[in-house]
């Protein structure tokens, strides 16, 4: 098992996990691992692997194209006590890198009639935490908080008309 989906691994970490509960018991047994073995795979190499590969968060904005006249403010905001390392690309070419301090960018000069792909990837501390990405113009606002254990891999795809 080189490249295990989420699905597989999800089922087996549920079946390594669960025991077997007697229907006419009312007494609850306590949920440990089954077969100490399994739990140590999945441990050592199916959740480094999940979590590494998890599909990237993505959001579809739709504007006009007389819109962009207007500012079209991007911004990576850190919370406080997070540090983050990564990169802003737009239509695969990194354009900024992004640290703890966050940024802000006015997107106007790479927005044009079609799609164009912005991809926000990099990595914080601690992992609890999570990274706030935003898009405001005057008729949009979009706020949404992004990241998975530690990762950042999320998408804005604009598409405009």
Wanted: glycine share 8%; aromatic share 6%.
């Amino acid at each position: 098992m080189v490249n295990p989906s989420a699905l597989g691994v999800a089922f087996l970490v549920l079946l390594a996990t669960t025991t077997m509960v007697d229907s006419s018991s009312s007494q609850r047994q306590p949920f440990q691992i089954s077969h100490p073995a399994l739990g140590t795979l999945l441990s050592d190499h199916a959740i480094k692997t999940v979590v590494g590969s998890y599909q990237p968060q993505t959001n579809l904005i739709s504007l006009q194209s007389e819109a962009l006249a207007r500012p079209q403010w991007l911004s990576v905001q850190v919370p406080e006590g997070v540090t983050f390392r990564g990169t802003l690309a737009i239509n695969g070419v990194v354009e900024q890198q992004v640290a703890s301090e966050g940024i802000a960018l006015d997107l106007r000069a790479v927005l044009a009639a079609g799609q164009t792909e912005v991809m926000l990837e990099g990595g914080y501390t601690p992992s609890q935490a999570g990274i706030i990405v935003a898009f405001d113009n005057p008729d949009t606002t979009v706020r949404q908080q992004v990241g998975q254990q530690g990762r950042v891999h999320y998408q804005i795809k604009f598409q405009v008309d």
